[in-house]
């Protein structure tokens, strides 16, 4: 949906790209954070209000392999034949 109404009224605003992926999402408040995709479709970066940005490495079905923090933070996902993760490395 392009206009959300939350129970408590406030009203969250969302657009789209001609793929359907959700590019911004904005709040009552006026706070937009922004979601960028791969030519796949596949979320690479979120980046908030604030500018922090988190960036995200996904597999060819689109599932995150590496997820990076605004503080360069890295965690790390090793998945099976099947997607599921069968290792997680936190950042240190």
Do not use: W
């Not at 408590?8 to 789209?16: A, E, K, S």
């Not at 793929?19 to 706070?31: D, E, H, I, K, P």
């Not at 960028?36 to 060819?60: F, I, K, Q």
């Not at 923090?69 to 890295?74: Q, Y």
């Amino acid at each position: 949906p392009v206009k959300v109404v939350r129970t408590d009224g406030t009203v969250v605003r969302q657009t789209y790209d001609e793929r359907g992926n959700r590019t911004s999402m904005t709040t009552s408040s006026g706070q937009t954070t922004r979601f960028a995709h791969n030519e796949a479709g596949h979320l690479t970066s979120v980046t908030d209000p604030l500018g922090h940005t988190t960036t995200v490495v996904c597999d060819r079905a689109g599932l995150p392999l590496q997820i990076t923090d605004p503080l360069g933070a890295v965690t790390r996902y090793e998945r099976d034949t099947f997607g599921r993760p069968v290792a997680i490395t936190d950042p240190t």
